[in-house]
């Protein structure tokens, strides 16, 4: 069985230039999350998915985030126009059912941002 | 307010050394609790979670948890330490009532020696 695949695994751009990251899911997993890892802390929920509605996006800072999940499926994380402090890991999470704390989550390998 | 405190940020133990994480977490009732590895590079995988029952769980690659509600913690650990060990481990709490809240602490990094 795949894996929770995200890409790309490394994007380095300039300061104000927007970017893009990807996921897919596993097959059949109706909740996605995007997260925020920090060097030395912990993943941080920016956004949580049940199927195509965006149930929890109250850490999302919108001004310069978008996501989507149009389908139900695979999903796309944007920022545009970057800044220095956007740099950090961008983790995507998918589990099982909808709404419930104990699903385990499955963890792709993320996406390392490099702000110059 | 619901929280995960891991206390230890480096732990450096030797191979075949036993191994012990700490983990404490603040909610109102018991939780949900988990145990994530993160090698680096990688995305995190679950070594093993608590629901209710058995306060002793068991996980993946030799690893158990001890959940102490008077203690409030759910330590990690290893008898025996492998140099494959060496990652970052992170533990979470779920809440379980109707809200979805699912937190992080901030993880420690274990070293091992050879």
């Known amino acids: 069985e795949a894996g929770v695949v995200q890409s790309p695994r490394y994007k380095i751009i300039e300061k104000k230039q927007p970017v893009a990251f990807w996921c897919n899911p596993i097959?059949?997993?109706?909740?996605l999350y995007w997260y925020l890892q920090n060097l030395g802390q912990g993943p941080e929920l920016l956004i949580r998915y049940e199927n195509e509605e965006a149930v929890d996006d109250s850490q999302l800072p919108k001004d310069r985030f978008s996501a989507e999940r149009l389908k139900g499926v695979d999903s796309t994380l944007k920022i545009q126009p970057a800044e220095l402090g956007d740099s950090a890991v961008y983790l995507c999470a998918s589990s099982p059912g909808s709404g419930v704390s104990y699903n385990e989550q499955f963890f792709g390998p993320g996406t390392r941002l490099t702000v110059l | 307010a619901q929280s995960v405190t891991q206390p230890d940020i480096h732990i450096t133990v030797s191979e075949g050394a036993s191994l012990e994480l700490r983990c404490n977490y603040s909610y109102g009732a018991t939780p949900y609790l988990f145990w994530y590895v993160q090698s680096p590079g990688q995305g995190l995988q679950l070594l093993l979670k608590?629901?209710?029952?058995?306060?002793l769980v068991q996980g993946i690659k030799g690893f158990e948890a001890e959940f102490k509600r008077s203690q409030s913690s759910f330590n990690l650990r290893k008898p025996s330490v492998h140099w494959s060990d060496a990652a970052e481990y992170f533990c979470a709490v779920g809440s379980t009532s109707g809200t979805y809240k699912y937190i992080f602490g901030t993880g420690t990094r274990l070293k091992v020696l050879a």
């Open positions: 097959s059949g997993h109706n909740t």
């Open positions: 608590y629901f209710s029952g058995d306060t």
